[in-house]
């Protein structure tokens, strides 16, 4: 059975948290990672208080607000996983969907997925979408990330960066066209929306 690891990066997401937390199937082979980014509101007890439930769940912190970068990049350092994918805090799973998706994962480096938006759009990875759409919509094998990592000096677009080096290493690559996650956006304040035309 491959083992998977799910890292949510958080910051400041007590509201929301939780849901992505039980949007994501607890099985064996399923590793949880959360790192809190220097949270100032109640994000952390709210972790503390999930991991009396699912005591499974590996749980880190950041002093201080270090960014999604660094966070990501523990996440990266820490992971289990012979895959690896990202869940933001405000976003979840439609976690039928991804136990479906985990069944298409067999060495291929990346394996994509397709993600809902709040009005109801469909977002399809594939070919000519995926360096658009270039954030958390895929598996990605451990080993072949290898020792690539965000760049720690960007506020936004570490994720395309990151991509665009995890390219260059040549993958194979998958597209399911599964529907395995609901991205909370648009929405007031995300970094997505303030910088969509430099994210794509």
């Known amino acids: 059975m491959i083992k998977i690891t799910v890292g949510i990066p958080v910051h400041n997401q007590e509201e929301l948290v939780i849901r992505a937390l039980e949007s994501i199937p607890k099985k064996e082979n399923i590793e949880i990672i959360v790192i809190d980014d220097g949270s100032e509101d109640g994000t952390w007890d709210k972790l503390i208080e999930y991991r009396i439930k699912y005591p499974e769940l590996v749980l ?12 990501v990049n523990r996440i990266y350092d820490n992971a289990q996983g012979e895959y690896i994918t990202l869940l933001g805090s405000d976003d979840y ?7 479906e998706c985990i069944k298409q994962l067999d060495g ?5 997925y397709d993600i809902q938006t709040n009005n109801g759009n469909i977002w399809k990875v594939n070919e000519k979408s995926k360096r658009k759409i270039c954030g958390s919509v895929k598996f990605m094998r451990k080993d072949f990330i290898g020792k690539t990592r965000c760049p720690e000096d960007k506020v936004v677009a570490e994720d395309k960066v990151f991509y665009q080096k995890i390219l260059r290493k040549k993958p194979t690559e998958k597209f399911t066209h599964i529907c395995v996650k609901h991205y909370n956006y648009p929405r007031e304040g995300s970094l997505t929306n303030l910088y969509e035309k430099e994210l794509i």
Do not use: H, Q, R
Request: overall charge negative; aromatic content about 24%; hydrophobic content about 30%.
């Open 60 to 71: 880190l912190y950041n002093e201080t607000n270090k960014g999604v970068a660094y966070t």
């Open 108 to 112: 291929t480096d990346l394996i994509y």
């Open 93 to 99: 799973f439609y976690t039928d969907n991804f136990e």
